[in-house]
């Protein structure tokens, strides 16, 4: 039997990926233009992140509650940390002159303190670059989120922390947009099997196992239906702009 591998965890090579595994590289990317000195990235995942912004780093400490499944010796000015967040312990104040965190906010209870965390790590003037869904695009409720956030709800949040903050998001093409308008009719169809709305009533923990299984299904039939739309999407096909209510992903740029 095929493992239904969790849709949480992007796959570079699983091709029904490909619609997100192209937008989060182009987060990686934009941060790689913007970093440099001592980066903090909170969130490994799989770690395909690591080779496009460490060669900007001096150094570049990864953190995450699950081990890589990475072979750093590659790369000498990277160190992996085990750790769930918040908060960022054995993490010294202002030794930080970067953090970036991508898709990770939304999985944390207590986001308040965690973005308190990050600004104590970081040196005065120093930036956190992070992304998160944006929830005004979101097309049903993804039971492993805590929370999504809008422009104005992620913006009046980063606030609270930091002196400056800037809100850009990501967008798609068209292509991406044709992709999404077909996920979008896919999952109205599986939705209509929920006439009592029990994915908005039912605890997430209780949704999490039938969410991975039709998001990696979805994905899937979505990939034999059109495998030319799916797979031929790429960076490129994604671009970041001042952020509003149709952008995929909310990318802001927060000064301490």
């Not at 009046?156 to 292509?175: D, H, T």
């Not at 994905?219 to 797979?231: A, G, I, P, S």
Request: hydrophobic share 40%.
């Amino acid at each position: 039997m095929r493992k239904v591998q969790s849709a949480e965890r992007v796959s570079q090579s699983d091709l029904s990926d490909n619609f997100v595994y192209q937008r989060s590289l182009l987060a990686y990317h934009e941060a790689a233009r913007i970093i440099g000195g001592r980066v903090l990235e909170i969130g490994t995942g799989s770690g395909y992140g690591i080779s496009l912004v460490s060669p900007s780093c001096e150094t570049f400490l990864t953190v995450d509650k699950n081990l890589p499944p990475l072979d750093l010796a590659p790369y000498p000015n990277v160190e992996f940390r085990q750790m769930k967040v918040p908060p960022l312990e054995g993490i010294a104040s202002g030794s930080a002159d970067f953090v970036i965190t991508f898709q990770v906010i939304e999985h944390i209870k207590k986001d308040f303190l965690f973005l308190r965390e990050i600004k104590r790590v970081l040196r005065p003037g120093g930036k956190l670059v992070i992304t998160t869904p944006n929830r005004k695009m979101s097309l049903t409720r993804n039971p492993w989120h805590i929370r999504e956030y809008s422009v104005d709800e992620f913006t009046n949040l980063l606030s609270c922390e930091f002196a400056g903050v800037e809100a850009r998001g990501i967008y798609g093409r068209e292509n991406v947009m044709e992709y999404y308008e077909q996920n979008r009719e896919s999952v109205r169809r599986l939705t209509r099997f929920d006439p009592l709305d029990l994915q908005h009533r039912l605890p997430g923990w209780a949704l999490r196992i039938p969410y991975d299984l039709m998001n990696r299904i979805n994905r899937r039939r979505l990939l034999v239906r059109n495998r030319e739309l799916t797979t031929h999407i790429r960076m490129n096909d994604y671009f970041i702009a001042p952020a509003s209510d149709t952008c995929f992903d909310l990318f802001f740029v927060a000064t301490k």
